[in-house]
């Protein structure tokens, strides 16, 4: 499967919050119920599996719904500190513990060509979004929102049983956060604005 689709030169991103996810730990109850055929309903559509023993798999899960007549997925078992399902990507053979619903059945995220919505955002509205969040983290819904204020003005407005050592740490890594976004600022504003002459 390609990665995205190119419409008139411009490339147009696929993102995960439109494609269903599968996760494989919602199998654990069935890996062991060979030959019995289940139905679920999956974002408006009904879809049917059947689980059959395999050889090399934990189980190997057959999928059909309307839009498809079968779909074969495998699904093992891994330990790397704890027993935990993962799928075999029927695209990549990469182990995923999720697949998301293609036009014709299962494949994960790479193979799909899915993004984050965040991933489209410009580098100026994550460092936004980061300090929104570092400041809740610090005075939760009553943090400042605004970025024309710095924090460190707030140095000794410490939360209510937080030690200070935690507090300073948060509150460093908030001003260095601070700190770039403002740079980056003015990169952005020097870089749209220097063709600008003022006129006396």
């Known amino acids: ?3 995205g689709c190119w419409v008139s030169g411009t490339q147009v991103r696929h993102y995960l919050e ?3 996810k599968l996760s494989a730990k919602q199998f654990k109850a069935f890996v062991n119920e060979y030959g019995r055929r289940y139905k679920f309903e ?3 559509t009904k879809h049917f599996f059947s689980v059959k023993q395999h050889s090399q798999y934990a189980a190997l899960l057959d999928f059909s719904c309307e839009a498809y007549e079968s779909f074969k997925v495998p699904i093992i078992w891994r330990t790397p500190k704890y027993p935990r399902l993962e799928f075999i990507c029927p695209c990549c053979g990469k182990n995923k513990m999720s697949l998301r619903r293609a036009s014709n059945g299962w494949a ?3 193979c799909l060509g899915l993004s984050y919505v965040t991933q489209s955002a410009g580098v100026l509205e994550r460092g936004r979004k980061r300090i929104f969040k570092l400041r809740r983290e610090l005075w939760g819904e009553d943090a400042d929102c605004n970025l024309f204020e710095v924090s ?4 000794f407005d410490k939360p209510k049983g937080m030690h200070w050592k935690t507090f ?5 890594r908030l001003n260095v956060t601070e700190q770039l976004y403002w740079e980056r600022c003015c990169v952005w504003f020097d870089a749209r604005y220097s ?3 003022s006129e006396k």
């Open 1 to 3: 499967m390609t990665k």
């Open 18 to 20: 439109q494609y269903p």
């Open 42 to 44: 999956f974002s408006g």
């Open 108 to 110: 994960c995220v790479n």
């Open 152 to 155: 460190f003005k707030r140095g």
């Open 168 to 172: 300073n740490r948060k509150l460093n």
């Open 195 to 197: 063709d600008f002459t």
